[in-house]
């Protein structure tokens, strides 16, 4: 399918310079701008009425106008300077249309944001409007820009001190970013900064900062993950013994680590499966169960440790029975049968109260009064005092939630690498070819339905204690769905793909009350539009990414790998 | 056993069956021509339901309940069921055609969700619902909330009245549903077969291919076949409403999955199945409900059974119970 295209290569070549004046003009305004009144009330965001004293907004705005101007600049007047082989370090062209989009974009929610909180478009002053017009010169301008073809900085060898003390830099920046970002209270800044956070992401990746960093740090790899997992750790702390931030977290973190399972079966072997929400209430209910609630109908109260593993071992056995027609079915009527089993394991919980059939999960009222997590004296209902600093009951479970999540990410990215993991995409790609292979296509199957089960088990048991009581409407299709949106909006078969899926999913909703009634209409509409414009994810794969695009080259021979499918055609020289 | 008692439970599940075969039929006429399960197929079942009571309400402020608003509010119904096909269609599915099959899935239960939160929100006398955007605030008539699962107009001479026969009750509103399906297939059958674009369906169901190499445009008759799945859906709508009297927004789910199953049971791809299926399946349900003895037996446990059918056939029969096709889903 072909798009047709406004700005030629042609036009391009020929209007170059034009554009590049008309995105100064604009990146000249952007920087200017913020120094200007937007709104006429201090209300909307965050006061942006003072002439001459930007509020933290407008910086955001201000900050994406001068990475703008750099952009510029550099490309006009540092490059030519530079010695032939560092001068195409940096894609500066490419930065500046990813910046200038993203200032737009920026600019335009800050002006609805504006608009909705203080009832019209009136309500927005002259500044904004300024800033407005400025983001759209930026932006037409840098469509006429030249794009480079790619940053070679990827390629040059850097100091292993450099590297880490700008993963460092990274880390400790973004554990500031989350700790502000979850404090802030309007949704209108809570978007823009997200946009600002969007723009500045892609615009490194761009420019060629993103290839050198994933190839240096390649050298960092545990450098890496360490920190990201200090980072993690570090954040209950920035919180002063508050809970309703870290409750949030908990909340992701459980929603990531059962997302994280659904990608061993959706992302690496190729499964789709609409009842895995079943899994973790499989996991949640045994742990319910086995809690000492007093409304559990079995007084057995065995150590977390074991109940854990009861819960893992549980929802892996109905992953198996789940998986085993994988053996007969494959693809839609895979889909449908599974989803048949999630409904069927719901409807069931809710049926095993003592009337319509054995009691066992006390019907639809489900087990309240599930008692707090006590391991080996440490109690999880209370708050402590670690290093001076208060730890209340979320923070609690979110250490052990991360550990979880580490556990998790662990055997997810051995499997990928191993064996299992090859074998896994071989049948994704080609069932048929990989059987005759000698890839053992079922077993692989099973395992894949069984592992997956078994973390979404482990993390049911956490939520029981988490959640305090359990019921079988916590399970629902419309769940399954949403763990389905974490992995297909963050990438399919990548583990940060899928952390940042499942965190946006649940950020968003408790940052956005105002949006409430207007969640799952714009949840549904994000699945169509991500299938239809993007569908490897925010984050994707290379490797998802080309079966994607199969008929798009321009992508294969960038990534150097050829799309499944497409035939090799050898130039008429090599042969 | 009481043969009354039996003979009861027969008629019921023909007339369940009915409105899970009109349904089906939507489901077989579009994979029969792209191989795709329009998974928000019982969506449009829903949104025709809702259409036929928006009809009645703009055109009857005076209450109107006559036999000739059956006909009318059937044409709104349709209306409003084809459009949105057309919409589903042309926006979210033509795009994917080429797509790996994991994308239309998707996109489906994304239409799915969207289209029930777009009746849930904007259908009601809330102060963003759709006639005032349309009217302003000097609105002539107020849609129910559909949160509320409003009431469907009850018709003089459809709805409510019944009368019996040996014992066993026919209600006017299982009657008009069993005729509808029978009106609707004989219909069909004629459509398919004995019409130009009815040839041409068949032509692109075999080789579409083949059909657009012999002047066929197989992306109108694509649009044709989810316009015939969305009518038949709207009739089953209103079939519905008069049946159980009230109509909620949730409820395309369930029924969609159902007449998913018949359109399996059936064997996906053939009109005669779908129809074959719904009653079977209906049957089924009915039956299971009324004769499985114990605490698994009852409408507590029916939907796990008919869940449970539906695995079964996807597994074990997945080209159905008439075979029309193989299937082979990879």
Same mark, same amino acid.
């Given at each position: 399918m072909r798009r047709p295209q406004i700005v030629t290569d042609e036009r391009r070549r020929r209007h170059g310079g034009t554009g590049w004046l008309v995105a100064l003009v604009g990146a000249v305004v952007l920087v200017g701008a913020p120094y200007l009144p937007w709104a006429y009330g201090d209300e909307a965001m965050d006061d942006m009425t003072y002439l001459g004293g930007p509020s933290p907004t407008q910086f955001l705005g201000l900050a994406l106008g001068a990475a703008l101007l750099v952009c510029l600049l550099a490309a006009r007047f540092l490059v030519p300077r530079l010695p032939a082989a560092r001068r195409r370090w940096f894609a500066w062209h490419t930065g500046a249309s990813a910046v200038a989009t993203g200032a737009l974009a920026f600019q335009a929610v800050v002006v609805v944001a504006v608009a909705l909180e203080l009832g019209g478009l009136v309500n927005v002053e002259y500044g904004g409007w300024i800033a407005l017009a400025g983001a759209l010169l930026a932006f037409a301008g840098t469509r006429l820009l030249v794009p480079e073809?790619? *940053?070679?900085?990827?390629?040059v060898h850097s100091p292993g001190w450099l590297v880490i003390v700008v993963i460092a830099v990274v880390m400790l920046g973004s554990l500031l970013l989350i700790a502000h970002a979850l404090d802030e209270d309007d949704p209108g800044v809570f978007i823009a900064l997200l946009v600002f956070v969007g723009a500045a992401v892609v615009l490194v990746l761009r420019v060629g900062l993103g290839g050198w960093f994933s190839s240096q740090t390649a050298r960092f790899r545990p450098v890496l993950v360490m920190a990201a997992f200090l980072v993690a750790f570090a954040f209950p702390f920035t919180q002063d013994g508050s809970n309703a931030n870290m409750s949030i977290a908990t909340q992701v973190l459980i929603f990531a680590a059962t997302a994280l399972g659904l990608n061993i079966v959706v /992302?690496? *072997?190729?499964l789709l499966d609409l009842g895995y929400i079943a899994f973790l209430g499989a996991g949640a209910f045994v742990a319910a169960i086995l %809690? /000492? %609630? *007093?409304? %559990? *109908?079995?007084?057995w109260n065995p150590p977390f440790i074991v109940t854990v593993l009861i819960s893992g071992v549980v929802a892996s056995v109905l992953g198996l029975i789940i998986g085993s027609p994988t053996l007969r079915v494959s693809g839609d009527y895979l889909a449908i049968v599974t989803l048949a089993f999630g409904e069927i394991f719901r409807l069931v919980m809710i049926n095993l109260d003592g009337n319509d059939g054995p009691d066992l999960t006390n019907g639809s009222n489900g087990i309240p009064n599930i008692p707090d997590l006590n391991l080996l004296g440490f109690d999880f209902g209370e708050p402590h005092v670690i290093l001076g600093v208060e730890i209340p009951r979320f923070a609690n479970y979110y250490f052990l939630l991360l550990v979880l999540i580490g556990l998790v990410i662990v055997v997810f990215a051995n499997l990928n690498r191993s064996r299992i993991g090859r074998g896994w995409v071989a049948i994704r790609e080609d069932e048929k070819a990989a059987e005759a292979m000698g890839v053992n296509v079922f077993g692989l199957k099973l395992f894949a339905f069984a592992g997956g089960a078994f973390l979404a088990g482990v993390a049911g048991a956490v939520k029981a204690h988490h959640d305090i009581s359990v019921t079988p409407d916590q399970y629902v299709f419309l769940e399954s769905a949403f763990l389905l949106a974490a992995v297909v909006l963050g990438g399919m078969g990548t583990i940060l793909g899928v952390l940042v899926g499942a965190t946006l999913l649940r950020l968003m909703p408790e940052k956005l009350r105002f949006f409430d009634e207007y969640r799952l209409l714009a949840f549904g509409l994000l699945l169509v539009v991500m299938m239809r414009f993007r569908p490897e994810g925010l984050i994707a794969s290379r490797r998802r990414q080309l079966e994607f695009h199969e008929d798009d080259e321009e992508l294969a021979a960038h990534t150097g790998e050829t799309p499944p499918g497409a035939g090799r055609v050898e130039p008429e020289g090599a042969r | 056993m009481d043969p009354a008692y039996f003979f009861q439970q027969l008629v019921n599940g023909l007339t369940l069956g009915s409105l899970f075969a009109l349904i089906a039929v939507g489901y077989t006429v579009v994979y029969g021509i792209i191989q795709l399960i329009n998974f928000a197929h019982g969506e449009i079942f829903m949104v025709g339901a809702f259409g036929a009571l928006g009809t009645w309400i703009i055109l009857g402020r005076a209450e109107i309940t006559a036999w000739w608003m059956l006909p009318v509010m059937l044409v709104g119904a349709v209306g409003v069921s084809v459009l949105t096909a057309l919409l589903m269609e042309r926006f979210a599915y033509r795009p994917l055609r080429r797509a790996p099959r994991l994308a239309p899935l998707i996109t489906a239960i994304g239409i799915s969700v969207f289209l029930q939160e777009f009746v849930r929100l904007f259908y009601g006398p809330i102060p963003n619902g759709l006639q005032r955007l349309v009217f302003g605030d000097d609105i002539p008539f107020e849609f129910p909330d559909a949160k509320a699962a409003p009431r469907f107009p009850s018709i003089e001479g459809v709805s409510g009245g019944s009368f019996v026969i040996g014992g066993v009750t026919l209600q006017y509103a299982a009657i008009f549903t069993v005729v509808a399906l029978v009106l609707c297939w004989i219909g069909l059958y004629f459509f398919v077969n004995r019409t130009r674009v009815g040839r041409a369906m068949q032509a692109t169901a075999q080789d579409p291919d083949t059909a657009r190499l012999m002047g066929i445009d197989v992306d109108r008759i694509i649009m044709v076949a989810f316009a015939v799945g969305a009518a038949l859906a709207a009739v089953a709508g209103i079939a519905h409403g008069l049946q159980y009297t009230n109509i909620e927004f949730r409820m395309g789910f369930l029924a969609g999955l159902k007449a998913f199953t018949a359109a399996v049971l059936g064997g996906i791809g053939n009109i005669n199945g779908a129809v074959v299926g719904g009653l079977v399946l209906g049957l089924v349900e009915v039956m299971a409900t009324a004769f499985i003895p114990g605490t698994f037996g009852g409408s507590a446990w029916k939907d796990v059974w008919a869940f449970a059918l539906l695995i079964l056939v996807l597994v074990f029969r997945p080209q159905g119970l008439l075979g029309a096709r193989v299937v082979d889903r990879a």
């Open positions: 073809r790619t *940053a070679t900085l990827g390629r /992302g690496l *072997a190729g %809690s /000492g %609630s *007093a409304f %559990s *109908a079995v007084g | -």
